[in-house]
């Protein structure tokens, strides 16, 4: 911890874009566990709840080709405080939502909360190795890679205590807040988040240009093209958080169960990347490591459709994004290392774009199936396809392996 934690010591606008991203993420656990439990209360239906997660990563996945080229054209702190006034605006909607008619002001508000986080998510990414020095680069990963996990225990743990003690309204209320902290903090940033541009006298290059010339960066280079595709193996499982809430109401924990059940979920992507944050400076281990990470994420789920006890259910779901958290902070460096400044933005984009793609199919087909199907058969089914995917991968890139180090360099050079 020592390791990583020097960084956030040392360097204030490293705190302080982390403490951002810290916000940030907690008030999207604050919207998602609420809603999530409120939605099927109103209509009594699971569908709404899987239609709000599709909707989150849909729109998301969506808008990162156009959000990855901004983030690499414009000022990126502007981009994020505006995403984050953005979701502001949007979590003040959700007041709204309180009968079975007004449901679809849920999708309304979440949709442009999910707007926001795309412009937020590759302007964030592309920036941190603008606000570190290259020798702490490593240890800011494993810093940031914790963000998510950590918010996602405290903004999961607290959005389902507050919901079951002062109502949904009052986790909403905590999320405006959240994101007008946001903004403050990313406005004290003093290091520019961007390297110096050359000249755009002759005009900025077209959109569809610029996309792609992200785009043919990734193709031609096999290990980056490998690392934009890694993380869709957990989305393609992600599909599991839709029964969260229904999991809870069959152990008969309620909707701090279902908070339990988010907040383990992030517990464990918080403590893999720092547990085996060794794998992340080792070129040699990067590729089967990422392929170990995809399927432990499968076994994981796969061992929770069968857990006869609540206990067990979260010490498995927590072994699932222990790896899932490797995994995403491992591709991430890599990725960081490897694309130059100038097109990290719409690299990154484009990661994210496969991953929440992923993420949107796997929820719509969990959508299709949640009020004729066992919640068991839907953990089981998107662990299998998780596993299925890690396999596939692993096999497709095993050749990449004995490239290591020098296949990186030349992704750096190129």
């Given at each position: 911890m020592a390791w990583s934690g020097r960084v956030l010591?040392?360097?204030?606008?490293?705190?302080?874009?982390?403490?951002?991203?810290?916000?940030?993420?907690?008030?999207?656990?604050?919207?998602?566990?609420?809603?999530?439990?409120?939605?099927p209360e109103l209509t009594g239906s699971g569908v709404w709840g899987a239609l709000v997660l599709a909707v989150d990563t849909g729109l998301n996945a969506l808008m990162l080709p156009y959000s990855?080229?901004?983030?690499?054209?414009l000022d990126r702190r502007k981009i994020l405080i505006s995403a984050n006034l953005l979701a502001l605006a949007a979590a003040l909607l959700l007041f709204v939502v309180r009968s079975a008619a007004t449901v679809p002001l849920a999708l309304v508000a979440v949709g442009v909360m999910a707007l926001a986080k795309a412009f937020y998510s590759p302007a964030a990414s592309a920036a941190l190795p603008n606000v570190v020095d290259p020798a702490d680069l490593a240890a800011a990963n494993a810093?940031?890679?914790?963000?998510?996990?950590?918010?996602?225990?405290?903004?999961?743990?607290?959005?389902?205590v507050v919901s079951s003690v002062l109502g949904p309204y009052a986790s909403f209320g905590v999320t405006v807040a959240c994101l007008a902290l946001a903004a403050v903090?990313?406005?004290?940033?003093?290091?520019?988040?961007?390297?110096?541009r050359e000249s755009a006298s002759a005009g900025p290059p077209r959109a569809w240009h610029a996309l792609v010339e992200g785009l043919r960066y990734v193709v031609a280079r096999p290990r980056v093209r490998a690392l934009v595709t890694v993380k869709s193996a957990a989305g393609l499982g992600n599909g599991v958080l839709t029964v969260f809430p229904?999991?809870?109401?069959?152990?008969?924990?309620?909707?701090?169960?279902?908070?339990?059940?988010?907040?383990?979920?992030?517990?464990?992507?918080?403590?893999?990347?720092?547990?085996?944050?060794?794998?992340?400076?080792?070129?040699?281990?990067?590729?089967?490591?990422?392929?170990?990470?995809?399927g432990l994420y499968g076994l994981g789920y796969l061992g929770a459709a069968v857990a006869p006890w609540f206990p067990l259910l979260l010490a498995l779901v927590f072994v699932a994004h222990f790896a899932?958290?490797?995994?995403?902070?491992?591709?991430?460096?890599?990725?960081?290392?490897?694309?130059p400044d100038?097109?990290?933005?719409?690299?990154?984009?484009?990661?994210?774009m496969l991953a929440t793609m992923a993420i949107s199919v796997s929820q719509l087909a969990v959508a299709l199936v949640v009020d004729r199907v066992d919640e068991r058969l839907?953990?089981?089914?998107?662990?299998?396809v998780t596993l299925t995917y890690a396999v596939v991968w692993r096999i497709a890139t095993r050749g990449l392996a004995s490239s290591g180090s020098a296949g990186d360099r030349s992704a750096i050079t190129s």
């Open positions: 010591l040392h360097n204030r606008d490293f705190r302080r874009l982390f403490a951002a991203e810290l916000v940030v993420f907690g008030s999207d656990w604050f919207v998602m566990v609420p809603l999530l439990v409120l939605l990855g080229i901004l983030a690499d054209r810093v940031a890679g914790s963000a998510w996990g950590t918010m996602t225990v405290v903004g999961a743990s607290l959005g389902g903090l990313t406005a004290s940033i003093r290091r520019p988040m961007q390297a110096p229904l999991l809870a109401g069959r152990y008969g924990v309620g909707a701090l169960g279902a908070g339990l059940l988010f907040a383990v979920r992030g517990a464990g992507a918080l403590t893999g990347p720092l547990v085996l944050r060794p794998l992340v400076s080792r070129a040699a281990w990067l590729l089967p490591g990422l392929a170990v990470s995809m899932g958290g490797t995994n995403w902070v491992m591709s991430n460096f890599a990725l960081q290392q490897a694309v100038q097109l990290r933005g719409r690299v990154f984009a484009t990661d994210m839907v953990l089981a089914g998107c662990g299998l």
